[in-house]
T-cell receptor, first 108, second 116 residues
Framework: AQRVTQPEKLLSVFKGAPVELKCNYS??????LFWYVQYSRQRLQLLLR??SRESIKGFTADLNKGETSFHLKKPFAQEEDSAMYYC??????????FGKGTRLHILP | EPEVTQTPSHQVTQMGQEVILRCVPI?????FYWYRQILGQKVEFLVS????????KSEIFDDQFSVERPDGSNFTLKIRSTKLEDSAMYFC??????????????FGQGTRLTVV
């Protein structure tokens, strides 16, 4: 069965500390992987995708096919990073499935 | 910048009534989705729509639900005989889908449905 696991419901990190939001997936084939973010009172929006291998707002995510993981990382957390983060694979059926999400809370 | 628009932003309805949630997709997008998010829970896939038909639907999307594109622009979600547990935020999303870099989903701001 296709599954996305984000093990942490809430992650609290001090400002300036490194951040890692975990995501593991269980999918047949090679899904395209995304991280979406929802800031307070804003709509869900794309943060980054693995295919473009770019850094957005200091975040990066490396696809590890061996571990079937796509963890989101940032070396130094900022207060404006506080938000809800969703790992979301897009499969061949063009269905986007969201993980349960991790609420990132940056402590001052 | 083009965006997905949903109306209404908030709908209150009595249990047993029918509601229609509306979405205006981005004009050149080919794939359309409805998701819902019950308060405090994750974003759940309901249905995807492509080429004027449902391409996939979840277990949640039973006979109570239907979708259509009545006029080629609006994309609607109809919920018949609403129940208390249908209370949630409903999100519309669209995706262009033509080409490997056109797979970003754009979300509407959501419709909060409250069934009383």
């Amino acid at each position: 069965a296709q599954r996305v696991t984000q093990p942490e419901k809430l992650l609290s990190v001090f400002k300036g500390a490194p951040v890692e939001l975990k995501c593991n997936y269980s999918y047949s084939g090679s899904p395209e992987l995304f991280w979406y973010v929802q800031y307070s009172r804003q709509r869900l929006q794309l943060l980054l995708r693995h295919i473009s291998r770019e850094s957005i707002k200091g975040f990066t995510a490396d696809l590890n096919k061996g571990e079937t993981s796509f963890h989101l990382k940032k070396p130094f957390a900022q207060e404006e990073d506080s938000a809800m983060y969703y790992c979301a694979p897009l499969n061949r059926d063009d269905k986007i499935i969201f993980g349960k999400g991790t609420r990132l809370h940056i402590l001052p | 910048e083009p965006e997905v628009t949903q109306t209404p932003s908030h709908q209150v309805t009595q249990m047993g009534q029918e509601v229609i949630l509306r979405c205006v997709p981005i004009s050149n997008h080919l794939y359309f989705y409805w998701y819902r998010q019950i308060l405090g829970q994750k974003v759940e896939f309901l249905v995807s729509f492509y080429n004027n038909e449902i391409s996939e639907k979840s277990e949640i999307f039973d006979d109570q639900f239907s979708v259509e594109r009545p006029d080629g622009s609006n994309f609607t979600l109809k919920i018949r005989s609403t129940k208390l547990e249908d209370s949630a935020m409903y999100f519309c999303a669209t995706l262009q889908g033509a080409g490997p870099m056109n797979t970003e989903a754009f979300f509407g701001q959501g419709t909060r449905l409250t069934v009383v």
